[in-house]
């Protein structure tokens, strides 16, 4: 079992940057592929940005591509997501996500999931 606590989400210009952490429980963090999605009413969930616990291979989407940057810190049993020059397209509630399955670049690749944290990027 891995429990995941988001935080840093807030209101912030366009423009302007965040950075989201997701602090995991469980002894095996290191294991886990993980990853950050978002989701507005309406809408499926989406992949963001992912990190392999193996290779530490980077995915982005191609919304987050250069602007994004997701890091893990396995010694505080931390993943981050720094975003940068955010836009009002990126309003969304943000989880975290912990999987360890070979698939890792979508939400059906997860298994344990934080309770979201809000951005909201106003224009």
């Known amino acids: 079992q891995v429990q995941l606590v988001e935080s840093g989400g807030g209101l912030v210009q366009a423009g302007g940057s965040l950075r989201l952490s997701c602090a995991a429980s469980g002894r095996t963090f290191s294991r886990y592929n993980m990853g950050w999605f978002r989701q507005v009413p309406g809408k499926e969930r989406e992949i963001v940005a992912a990190?392999?616990?193996?290779?530490?291979?980077?995915y982005y989407a191609d919304s987050a591509k250069g602007r994004f940057t997701i890091s893990r810190d396995n010694a505080k049993n931390t993943v981050y997501l720094q975003m940068n020059n955010l836009k009002p397209e990126d309003t969304a509630v943000y989880y975290c996500?912990?999987?360890?399955?070979?698939?890792?670049?979508?939400?059906?690749?997860?298994?344990?999931w934080g309770q979201g944290t809000q951005v909201t990027v106003s224009s």
């Open positions: 996500a912990a999987g360890g399955r070979l698939y890792w670049y979508g939400p059906r690749g997860y298994d344990y």
């Open positions: 990190i392999n616990w193996s290779t530490a291979n980077t």
